[in-house]
């Protein structure tokens, strides 16, 4: 486990990579469903997560990387990290309202960064859906490019598109 501290309107923010001793899977899919409840409407197909139960959290956690983010101990940001053969793939990146603006989505980012030199991947990569445009805008700020669009199973127009960030060694 690697920790990043930092002070910030005076509260304390810690990064958490792999908390061994994580158990709060129900807070983390309501932070989930919550960070992600503005696309419901706004996506077709739906987010993956709908259908996502805490055990399938559990196991999407054993199987990829977890990296979470407290303000004073509260859970208030996520994102998983998955190795591939070329980069590290990140999803599921979500940010409660009450934190956005202070930098949390780049703090988890940059875990990922880390993760990613660690493992050798000259990347990250992360998929953002076509209609998110200022999803699109925070992930370009945060030193993303878009790379590809791609289609969901059943749809004759790009439904995502694929960003990276190349990561320096």
């Not at 998955?82 to 793939?89: A, G, H, I, P, V």
């Amino acid at each position: 486990m690697r920790r990043d501290e930092s002070e910030g309107r005076s509260s304390h923010v810690q990064i958490l990579v792999s908390p061994p001793r994580f158990s709060d899977w129900t807070g983390l899919l309501a932070l989930l469903h919550s960070a992600y409840a503005f696309m419901a409407s706004r996506i077709d197909p739906p987010s993956s997560l709908l259908r996502m139960d805490v055990e399938q959290l559990r196991q999407k956690a054993r199987e990829e990387v977890l990296i979470i983010a407290l303000d004073d101990q509260r859970l208030v940001g996520c994102a998983f990290a998955r190795l591939r053969e070329d980069c590290l793939y990140v999803g599921k990146v979500a940010v409660d309202e009450s934190v956005r603006g202070r930098g949390m989505a780049r703090k988890l980012m940059q875990a990922a960064e880390t993760l990613a030199r660690e493992s050798a991947r000259p990347f990250l990569e992360l998929e953002t859906r076509i209609e998110l445009i200022e999803n699109h805008e925070v992930f370009a700020a945060l030193g993303f490019y878009k790379v590809a669009e791609s289609s969901h199973p059943g749809f004759d127009r790009p439904t995502s598109i694929t960003m990276r960030k190349a990561v320096l060694a």
